[in-house]
């Protein structure tokens, strides 16, 4: 657990560098098909956030799976980022695919449900839902830092992720350019690969590309961004 404590904290801005707001678009696609467009708004109110991700199928998959995808994720910020107390994953028209994750800091105590089903687990310090993990790289100092480990929740379990940091990249986006670095969770055989572009300006993703263990991706890529310092 230190090794993820080390990791998280060890690199983190004061809370005040992230902006006020974001909004970010991203064009989704799988086998070089466009599929989906996701909109994320993220705010800041003093000590608090809130984070909506919407995404909305397109084409073909409309057609066999037409309901939109809507994460939420609220919670506190503190000298550390973000600090979440609640999370939902939501599918329109089926609820086979909720999830749920509570989180109490001061019993540190997560509480998950899904399919009806609800699990209690210590929580780490540091986890991060699978949407603010993604904005927590505003909070990181990065230039330094060789890899990144930490815990990470999507409602119906809690799992360890590990990046390695790359080398910066140079990606053209519908948003326009965008220096990026590189991020790899160095997956084994087998195993879901992720990697990530974070822009070097904001360190907010422009690029996500998750390669299933079939070999079957799906690419994410800004289309859009607005910024409230």
Same mark, same amino acid.
Request: with cysteine; glycine share 6%.
């Given at each position: 657990? *230190?090794?993820?404590?080390?990791?998280?904290?060890?690199?983190?801005?004061?809370?005040?560098?992230?902006?006020?707001g974001?909004?970010? &678009?991203?064009?989704?696609?799988?086998?070089?098909?466009?599929?989906?467009?996701?909109?994320?708004?993220?705010?800041?109110?003093?000590?608090?956030?809130?984070?909506?991700?919407?995404?909305?199928?397109? !084409?073909?998959?409309?057609?066999?799976?037409?309901? *939109?995808?809507?994460?939420?994720?609220?919670?506190?910020?503190?000298?550390?980022?973000?600090?979440?107390?609640?999370?939902?994953?939501?599918?329109? !028209?089926?609820?086979?695919?909720?999830?749920?994750?509570?989180?109490?800091?001061?019993?540190?105590?997560?509480?998950?449900?899904?399919? &009806?089903?609800?699990?209690?687990?210590?929580?780490?310090? !540091?986890?991060?839902?699978?949407?603010?993990?993604?904005?927590?790289?505003?909070?990181?100092?990065?230039?330094?830092?060789?890899?990144?480990?930490?815990?990470?929740?999507?409602?119906?379990?809690?799992?360890?992720?590990?990046?390695?940091?790359?080398?910066?990249?140079?990606?053209?986006?519908?948003?326009?350019?965008c220096?990026?670095?590189?991020?790899?969770?160095?997956? *084994?055989p087998?195993?879901?690969?992720?990697?990530?572009?974070?822009?070097?300006?904001? *360190?907010?993703?422009?690029?996500?590309?998750?390669?299933?263990?079939?070999?079957?991706?799906?690419v994410?890529?800004?289309? !859009?961004?607005?910024?409230?310092?």
């Amino acid at each position: 657990m *230190k090794r993820f404590l080390f990791f998280w904290l060890a690199f983190c801005s004061p809370a005040f560098a992230a902006p006020a707001g974001v909004q970010a &678009s991203y064009d989704v696609f799988m086998s070089g098909m466009k599929v989906g467009q996701m909109t994320e708004t993220y705010t800041r109110s003093d000590d608090h956030y809130t984070l909506t991700s919407t995404t909305t199928p397109l !084409g073909l998959l409309a057609a066999f799976k037409p309901g *939109k995808i809507i994460s939420n994720s609220r919670g506190l910020i503190d000298k550390n980022g973000l600090r979440p107390q609640r999370f939902d994953h939501i599918r329109e !028209g089926d609820a086979s695919k909720e999830s749920h994750a509570e989180f109490d800091w001061d019993a540190m105590q997560l509480t998950l449900t899904h399919q &009806s089903q609800q699990t209690r687990l210590a929580l780490p310090e !540091g986890t991060q839902d699978r949407l603010s993990a993604m904005y927590q790289f505003m909070f990181l100092r990065l230039d330094k830092v060789a890899a990144l480990d930490f815990m990470m929740t999507d409602g119906s379990k809690l799992d360890s992720y590990h990046y390695a940091v790359g080398p910066r990249q140079k990606l053209d986006t519908a948003a326009g350019s965008c220096d990026s670095l590189y991020l790899d969770n160095q997956a *084994k055989p087998g195993e879901s690969r992720t990697e990530i572009w974070l822009s070097t300006q904001n *360190k907010l993703p422009c690029k996500m590309i998750i390669t299933d263990a079939h070999g079957e991706q799906i690419v994410q890529l800004l289309s !859009g961004l607005h910024i409230t310092p």
